[in-house]
């Protein structure tokens, strides 16, 4: 069976079952363009993947969890942009955003200590990734732009400072809190 065969066998066999999949993962208000979106990415990975996913013991493994992953990090980015937003509303009366308020010297103090403990922990470079991604809610295409770096690495960074950060829990909290808006209340 040549390479065109295997994938539209493959198609054939998964696509029904991913988009029933992917529709119970889908939270009630999310469009199903989205996941016809996902599906259309995921399949085009494959197919760029063709040589891996051909020798691949359950390559409808491989396409359940791309699918998962991609719905996943699509809610992640709506959830980021949707908070910049929220924070960029100028709502009369409301409490001014913590970026706009001035941090005494003493929060100023403990989020620069906090800063160097990340940048300590994984280094300058990643440190910066981390907080464009977390706090600026940047994504990774713009970070991979602006660092010079591929769009797998970026990931890939994000990934391992993550699973360090959750090897120190002092040092995730306070991004937390600086993510939440609760450092003026809780510092």
Request: charged share 25%; glycine share 6%.
């Given at each position: 069976m040549n390479e065109r065969e295997w994938f539209e066998q493959?198609?054939?066999?998964y696509a029904d079952f991913l988009f029933?999949?992917?529709?119970?993962?889908?939270?009630?208000?999310?469009?199903?363009?989205?996941?016809f979106d996902i599906l259309q990415e995921v399949f085009l990975t494959a197919w760029d993947r063709r040589q891996t996913l051909m020798a691949h013991p359950n390559p409808g493994g491989w396409l359940v969890e791309a699918v998962k992953f991609r719905i996943r990090g699509s809610r992640a980015k709506t959830q980021r942009r949707s908070l910049r937003h929220a924070r960029s509303l100028d709502e009369e009366g409301a409490a001014p955003p913590i970026a706009d308020s001035s941090p005494s010297p003493e929060q100023n103090a403990i989020l620069r200590d906090h800063l160097e403990?990340?940048?300590?922990?994984?280094g300058e470079e990643n440190a910066g990734l981390f907080v464009g991604w977390v706090l600026e809610g940047r994504s990774a295409g713009e970070l991979a732009e602006a660092y010079g770096l591929s769009l797998s690495?970026?990931?890939m960074r994000l990934s391992r400072t993550?699973?360090?950060?959750?090897?120190?829990?002092e040092i995730f909290y306070i991004f937390l809190v600086m993510m939440t808006g609760l450092s003026s209340l809780t510092l």
């Amino acid at each position: 069976m040549n390479e065109r065969e295997w994938f539209e066998q493959l198609y054939r066999e998964y696509a029904d079952f991913l988009f029933r999949i992917g529709r119970r993962l889908l939270d009630p208000g999310e469009n199903e363009d989205l996941l016809f979106d996902i599906l259309q990415e995921v399949f085009l990975t494959a197919w760029d993947r063709r040589q891996t996913l051909m020798a691949h013991p359950n390559p409808g493994g491989w396409l359940v969890e791309a699918v998962k992953f991609r719905i996943r990090g699509s809610r992640a980015k709506t959830q980021r942009r949707s908070l910049r937003h929220a924070r960029s509303l100028d709502e009369e009366g409301a409490a001014p955003p913590i970026a706009d308020s001035s941090p005494s010297p003493e929060q100023n103090a403990i989020l620069r200590d906090h800063l160097e403990q990340l940048q300590k922990l994984v280094g300058e470079e990643n440190a910066g990734l981390f907080v464009g991604w977390v706090l600026e809610g940047r994504s990774a295409g713009e970070l991979a732009e602006a660092y010079g770096l591929s769009l797998s690495c970026v990931w890939m960074r994000l990934s391992r400072t993550k699973k360090k950060l959750a090897e120190h829990p002092e040092i995730f909290y306070i991004f937390l809190v600086m993510m939440t808006g609760l450092s003026s209340l809780t510092l």
